[in-house]
Nanobody, 113 residues
């Protein structure tokens, strides 16, 4: 059974940082591209970033480029999202995805003073 479990969310002040993790199991992590998406309250899903199996191809949405960094550790079957200089508009539920067949349950990020 494919499982993706996000963690690392929380309440942070504007300008702060968080590191999200996505622990995976049930599939060969190193074979698959992975992605982060988010959903702000009352809004639809917004794609944030994608990384290929070897970490050689990475793309970001314009809204997070230069502030967020996606990475992966294939030895640990884990995906990461380092989020710096957080803004109130980054407040959302963050989901990791095994492109595009499986999703985690999400971790909440709230950026507020």
């Amino acid at each position: 059974e494919v499982q993706l479990v996000e963690s690392g969310g929380g309440l942070v002040q504007p300008g702060g940082s968080l590191r999200l993790s996505c622990a995976t199991s049930g599939f060969t992590f190193s074979y698959h591209a992975m992605s982060w998406v988010r959903q702000a309250p009352g809004k639809g899903l917004e794609w944030i970033s994608i990384i290929n199996d070897e970490s050689s191809l990475i793309t970001y949405a314009r809204a997070v480029r230069g502030r967020f960094t996606i990475s992966r550790d294939n030895a640990k079957n884990t995906l990461y999202l380092q989020m710096n200089n957080l803004k109130p508009e980054d407040t959302a539920m963050y989901f990791c995805a095994k492109v595009w067949s499986s999703w985690g349950q999400g971790t909440q990020v709230i950026v507020s003073s």
